[in-house]
């Protein structure tokens, strides 16, 4: 399908740098409004890309299929602690991997949701058509615009261009949309005009020479309209977004070396400045652990070091330090957090000390308004399918489902094609 110089110029700035994709009309009423709207709803989405090891995640320890699959892998229950010594066991079937230990807090005060047996019907296990198939919500080849870009479209058209951002990395296709314009943040010093750096005193005249061009008279609905107004609008916009998240202040302190807390204040410095700014991305990769997803070279069995307690570790202290910023800031209850992961691991460990290719996989949904608990429904180790996978109980389709139209205030249905269940962790 052909696509139109509106299209074309919406696709690329979203998929861009600061410098084309930041109005400066966005911000003209922030200054005026109060960040602490009573009806301010924010979400944050966390992607862990790579597939998230569920059975080690909340970890069915009871289970002793589970510890049959897993003889090295596999948490017993005096396995489940941190490191101070705290149990990280939930209930009588389930608790949650030792790394987790912040987020078990969270779970016991009741402010995380832990949605069991989530996948797709007929599950693919390639992770790029698996990851378009959990952004655009379309299991038949994860075609078209992404969940949150056609919310975008639906809600956000004609609100403030910051409404939803995605930070780090390369624009989401979640974030796909038509008619919005979604920016791409990797770093606030970056997210400014970028002249040659070779000439610094000449930065001015750079600049002025851009605008001048951009500026020009233009037939109007033009393409070269289109392109000049988005430039013109890019330069002021960028700095404003720069003055904002200037003023950002906070008492917490993130984890250093920790690249998903990294993203997270930036969206705390977002949210916490620009009150129109509500939806946020953000992503964590790493989690294909097909070998030594346990241990190191010196230690190769101890479960409480190596890849995936680390990326487990980085989720779990970054979640908390951005919920007590954001608390910090009177915004926690206005506030959900959602993680997805492309599929899980399979139930049985390899050879290699890690795990292959899986289904399902339990997702978390944290915050005030969540009503924490155990949601759906975990798969059985014992009635596996075909190829030696865990069967389907919750379609991912159901989480959306339940934030859009709870959470979001939207139309669910007409956003992915058809009704779903509300799973009810959020009233």
């Known amino acids: 399908m052909a696509t139109t110089r509106r299209q074309f110029i919406k696709r690329s700035a979203g998929a861009v740098t600061v410098s084309l994709v930041m109005p400066n009309l966005w911000l003209t009423s922030a200054r005026a409004q109060e ?9 944050v989405v966390i992607g862990l890309y790579g597939g998230n090891d569920g059975l080690n995640t909340v970890v069915p320890y009871s289970d002793s299929r589970y510890q049959s699959l897993r003889p090295v892998l596999g948490f017993k229950d005096v396995d489940l602690k941190d490191s101070q010594g705290t149990s990280t066991i939930i209930d009588s079937n389930f608790g949650l ?14 402010k995380v949701a832990i949605v069991l047996g989530v996948s797709y019907p007929n599950p693919n296990l390639s992770h790029f058509l ?36 995605s930070i780090g990395g390369s624009l989401p296709k979640a974030m796909f949309a038509d008619k919005f314009v979604v920016p791409n943040i990797s770093s606030f010093a970056n997210y400014t005009y970028q002249t040659d750096g ?59 070396q920790n690249s998903l807390a990294s993203a997270l204040k930036m969206v705390a410095q977002v949210a916490s400045t620009i009150p129109q700014a ?7 990769g790493g989690f294909d652990h097909h070998s030594q997803e346990i241990g190191s070279n010196a230690d190769p069995t101890n479960k409480l070091i190596g890849q995936h307690f680390n990326l487990l570790k980085n989720v779990s202290q970054g979640v908390k330090a951005f919920y007590d910023d954001m608390a910090a800031h009177s915004l926690a ?21 890690g795990t292959d290719h899986g289904t399902t996989s339990p997702q978390f949904v944290i915050g005030d ?39 979001l205030g939207a139309d669910s249905q007409s956003i992915l094609g058809a009704k779903y ?7």
């Open 278 to 284: 509500n939806l946020f991305y953000v992503q964590l």
């Open 421 to 427: 269940d509300d799973l009810g962790f959020l009233t």
């Open 333 to 353: 209850d206005k506030l959900v957090l959602m993680t997805w992961s492309e599929f899980g691991r399979r139930p049985n460990e390899n050879a290699s000390h």
């Open 130 to 165: 698996s990851q378009d198939i959990w952004q655009t919500a379309n299991t038949s080849g994860g075609l078209g615009n992404g969940w949150l870009g056609k919310y975008a479209d639906q809600k956000l058209v004609g609100q403030s261009g910051l409404s939803a951002i």
């Open 198 to 256: 070779r000439f610094q005193g000449d930065r001015t005249n750079q600049i002025n020479t851009f605008n001048t061009l951009n500026s020009r008279t233009f037939d109007a609905g033009s393409f070269t309209a289109y392109i000049g107004d988005t430039g013109m609008d890019a330069v002021s916009g960028a700095k404003q977004v720069q003055d904002a998240v200037a003023t950002y202040s906070s008492t917490v302190t993130y984890p250093a």
């Open 97 to 110: 991997h030792p790394a987790l230990s912040e987020l078990k807090a969270m779970y016991d005060a009741r």
């Open 35 to 43: 960040v602490q709207d009573v009806n301010r709803r924010i979400l």
């Open 369 to 407: 308004p969540v009503a924490g608990g155990l949601y759906g429904e975990q798969p059985s180790l014992s009635d596996l399918d075909s190829a030696g996978n865990m069967k389907v109980k919750v379609d991912f389709r159901s989480i959306y489902a339940t934030i859009l139209d709870k959470w």
